[in-house]
């Protein structure tokens, strides 16, 4: 369903009582009786996951699967799948100058994506309620899956050209593929650029802050929004640069006190975080979680502009039993109020 979503953002920012916003998917593995494994290579699967949520939580939007493996399996990476984890990249398929120089971008609907593609419009006819966005990863997180994460950050320094030739491939993919989520009818993108956390600030404003903003600019827009994400413990060090990106709303992890970045947001700009996803959704209780989402929301809320979520997204294990003790905890937060 076509909306406005700048307008859903500010009417977001400006309701005193705010519907929280985790990054909430693969546990619906549990109430499926299914795999993970089963649920990646299934678009009506995740169709179906992503309603069980919907139905489940009173999120203000749905999300799709946060499964970045699918663009590096698209140009060529082996991926390794497990029954009951996120699939993870195996190795590096660039790893000199000529090799970047030869990686071919892929099309969109090469590999998985167009199997990602079609759940979010299967999902679409599922959930009329609420927004629903896309997951993809940033172009410096993708870059480092096809160069290797440790070899990146050398290469950085080493062979800056050779990474930018990566990034200006991967970027057009990532921007293909946006494009094809919103002809498909999502109402946004959460774009993941967690290893860009691992950066230092000069670094982040050379190496992913310029191509996070090509896709921003290739695809935003009043009706198709990109939220930025980033679970790296440097993100407060590299927010001026982050905030370059345009992203309309920005989304953080745990491993940074939420009270200490919102000083650094706009006030008319939506930030989203940050209750721990391991060690609470997975292996908290959910007396822990109630207090850790209370924590939060008494640090950040007096912010107009803050919205309660998980930390990053939330892994296939988490128990329900925790997941709905953090919806309970946010609706016990307003009614107090």
């Known amino acids: ?73 698209c140009f060529g990476s082996e991926i390794r799948v497990f029954e009951d984890e996120v699939p993870t990249v ?26 990602y593609i079609s759940s979010i419009e299967k999902a679409l006819e599922l959930i009329t309620d609420r927004p629903v966005f896309a997951g993809v990863i940033g172009p410096f997180s993708l870059a480092a899956r ?13 062979d800056p050209d050779m990474v930018h030739t990566v990034l200006a491939k991967v970027t057009e993919f990532t921007c293909n593929y946006c494009r094809a989520y919103k002809e498909a009818g999502a109402n946004g993108v959460c774009i993941a650029e967690p290893v860009a956390g691992l950066l230092s600030p000069a670094l982040n404003e050379e ?5 996070v903003k090509q896709i921003v600019d290739a695809v935003q827009d009043e009706s198709f929004i990109v939220i930025y994400h980033n679970c790296g413990d440097n993100v407060i060090r590299m927010i001026d640069s982050i905030l370059t990106t345009g992203s309309a709303a920005y989304h953080f992890g745990n491993s940074i006190d939420m009270a200490e970045m919102l000083p650094h947001i706009p006030a008319d700009t939506v930030v989203m975080g940050n209750v721990d996803p391991a060690g609470q959704f997975k292996n908290g209780t959910p007396q822990s979680i109630r207090e850790a989402t209370l924590s939060v929301m008494e640090k950040c809320c007096s912010s107009p502009n803050f919205v309660i979520s998980s930390g990053c997204d939330i892994p296939p294990k988490a128990s329900w039993e925790n997941i709905d003790a953090f919806f309970g905890a946010v609706s016990e937060f307003y009614a107090e109020k």
């Not at 096809?146 to 080493?158: K, Q």
């Not at 190496?207 to 191509?211: C, D, K, L, T, V």
């Open 146 to 158: 096809l160069l290797d994460v440790t070899e990146i950050m050398m290469d950085c320094y080493d």
């Open 1 to 73: 369903m076509k909306r406005n979503m700048k307008k859903w953002l500010e009417d977001i920012r400006l309701s005193p009582v705010k519907k929280a916003m985790p990054i909430l998917s693969f546990p619906a593995v549990s109430l499926m009786g299914i795999s993970v494994s089963q649920l990646i290579n299934d678009s009506g699967l995740q169709a179906q996951a992503m309603k069980l949520v919907a139905d489940r939580t009173d999120s203000a939007a749905s999300v799709s699967l946060m499964d970045l493996s699918v663009e590096a399996e």
């Open 207 to 211: 190496f992913s802050a310029p191509y």
């Open 90 to 115: 195996i190795g590096s398929i660039v790893r000199d100058t000529d090799a970047a120089e030869a990686l071919k971008v892929p099309p969109v609907g090469s590999g998985r994506s167009g199997l």
